[in-house]
């Protein structure tokens, strides 16, 4: 099946279009610190107010658990996004009430009104088909067409995901096409050397596509808090770093299908290793198989790959033609543990050939070590999704847009 498109919408002008977007941002007294989502949404919003449209974003931030949160309010989101389109953008102060009914009918063509967090409504997230399917009804009578362009949200079967797209005349928006254009070059006869660079804090959370992934790809870079179970599958202790020991054998299982495969794994030779959680700890730079003869003995944390290990995954990443990255190599949110997350975004920023930054952490961490998203060939508003699509797995948010 074919992935429907705005264009199979037809003409827009005047009409009353419900955009559901993922413009779940992270805020800090009320204030964005990374509006990244927010700008990737732009590019469809802008396309149907070149319309004449009536634009009516919906989105969620955060989890609420089904009841108005003040933290989690949208308001912050809706005066970013009337800086960035120039415009103002009528917020209203609940999702299906009075606010938003009169926002609504406000609009003239080329206006756009956010309205609050879908997850203010417990329906939004139900896991009862019919009380999401009411709560699509309801939020489709503000709307003559809807489009879905949240694909942080498409693996969810949620009801502005889900249902609503079956409720009115749907497609999908210009983020999501450009998603799943690049996500099927990285599935579907990838340039080559591919190498996929994956950290994270848990194994558990990526042996999905290590999985998937292994057959396809030339190398698979493993960094974070994951390996240190990748270590300890191959003898060495790990003193007081993350570990999943439930995942051991597992682990093992992937170590021997690549060398079987000729597909290289490359581990850290070197981590940094801290006498604590913290930006203030003690740290040193150890081999990986002394982690526990360092001064900090049995208790010391692995906290970031080792500058030995940052120069060869750079240089690997560097030498390959298509690259996803996804998950930090370290704590970079902490300055001393950053420099192994630095160095693998600087390698990808000079890759001769598609490199994508695979969303979430990552993505926040490219922002916040000061790249320009610009300086890559694709970063995913994915997260979550995007993993999912490359395990293999069949996205809902996608089926009832006919992919």
């Known amino acids: ?73 949208l308001e912050p989101v809706a005066q970013r996004l009337s800086e960035l389109l120039g415009k103002p953008v009528a917020f209203a102060g609940d999702t299906v009430g009075a606010s938003a009914r009169e926002a609504v009918s406000s609009l003239t063509d080329g206006d756009v ?4 967090n879908l997850r203010f409504n417990a329906a939004e997230t139900s896991k009862n088909a019919d009380e999401r399917a009411s709560f699509a009804a309801q939020l489709a009578e503000f709307g003559d067409a809807f489009v879905s362009d949240g694909f942080g949200v498409v693996h969810r079967k949620q009801a502005s995901v889900y249902e609503l797209a079956s409720a009115l005349p749907s497609a999908a928006g210009l983020l999501i096409a450009a998603e799943l254009d690049v996500l099927e070059k990285l599935t579907e006869k990838p340039a080559r050397p591919y190498t996929v660079v994956l950290g994270g804090s848990k194994v558990s959370d990526k042996l999905g596509v290590i999985g998937h992934l292994l057959p396809k790809v030339d190398t698979l870079l493993i960094g974070g808090g994951m390996l240190f179970t990748f270590l300890a599958a191959q003898g060495f202790r790990v003193g007081g770093s993350l570990l999943e020991s439930d995942q051991i054998d597992t682990v093992k299982g992937y170590l021997a ?72 190599m370290g704590v970079f949110e ?25 969303g979430g952490d990552s993505a926040a961490a490219v922002r916040a070590l000061g790249f320009s998203d610009d300086q890559f060939g694709h970063i995913s508003t994915g997260g979550g999704a995007s993993l999912e699509f490359l395990e293999g797995k069949r996205l809902p948010g996608l089926e009832v847009l006919g992919w």
């Open 334 to 358: 902490l300055a001393p543990f950053a420099e192994g997350t630095r160095a693998v975004a600087d390698a990808l920023t000079r890759v001769d050939g598609l490199g994508v930054v695979g």
């Open 257 to 328: 299908e690549a060398k079987e495969r000729g597909i290289r794994i490359v581990l850290p030779t070197d981590v940094v290793v801290a006498s604590k959680f913290g930006a203030d700890a003690e740290h040193t730079v150890t081999s990986a198989e002394s982690i526990e003869e360092t001064p900090f003995g049995q208790t010391g944390l692995g906290l970031d790959i080792g500058p030995e290990t940052g120069a060869e995954f750079a240089r690997i990443i560097e030498e390959s033609k298509t690259v996803f990255w996804n998950g930090p």
């Open 113 to 116: 009104a956010l309205l609050e």
């Open 1 to 73: 099946m074919t992935l429907r498109t705005l264009d199979s919408l037809g003409s827009l002008t005047g009409k009353r279009v419900l955009v559901r977007c993922d413009l779940n941002v992270p805020l800090k007294d009320g204030v964005i610190t990374d509006d990244g989502r927010v700008r990737a949404s732009l590019a469809t919003i802008n396309a149907l107010i070149n319309q004449g449209a009536r634009v009516i974003l919906l989105s969620h931030l955060g989890r609420p658990d089904g009841a108005p949160d003040p933290q989690y309010s």
